[in-house]
């Protein structure tokens, strides 16, 4: 599946009365934004090395982070997603990601009127609240 930040690809649905073009990270946006929408997630994680360099630069600058960790594939009519996921410790992985499911084709197809084919989730990580490092103090780090 390709990267969502190598180029910027558009879908282009045609009317009677016009065309309306839809860009893939539009796409990935709607996608981001659902899934956060779901209780359980606490957050999306960058899709390999590149993606890890894009997402730390677009933190840094204060870029818009709202297609991190999703990448999707898009087709005339249809659409694929990608996400890996942190999701919070105590909750049911399988309910979570149903719910993720479903929330991305509803808004996805509702918003750019695409069939989500398939909604890929691959949880990566566990949030466990409690190692949440007090205010002013530096973050532990973990590795995953």
Known sequence: MPDQTAAPRATELTGDHGRTTIADVVVAKVAGLAAREIPGVHELLTQGVSGTIAGLAQRVAGGDTRAHGVRVEVGEH?????????????????????????????????MTGLIVREVNIDVTDLHFPDEEPAPGQPGVSRAA
């Open 78 to 110: 249809e659409a694929t997603v990608d996400l890996r996921v942190t999701v919070e410790y105590g909750v049911s992985i399988p309910q979570v990601a149903e719910a993720v499911r479903r929330n991305i084709i509803d808004r996805v197809g509702g």
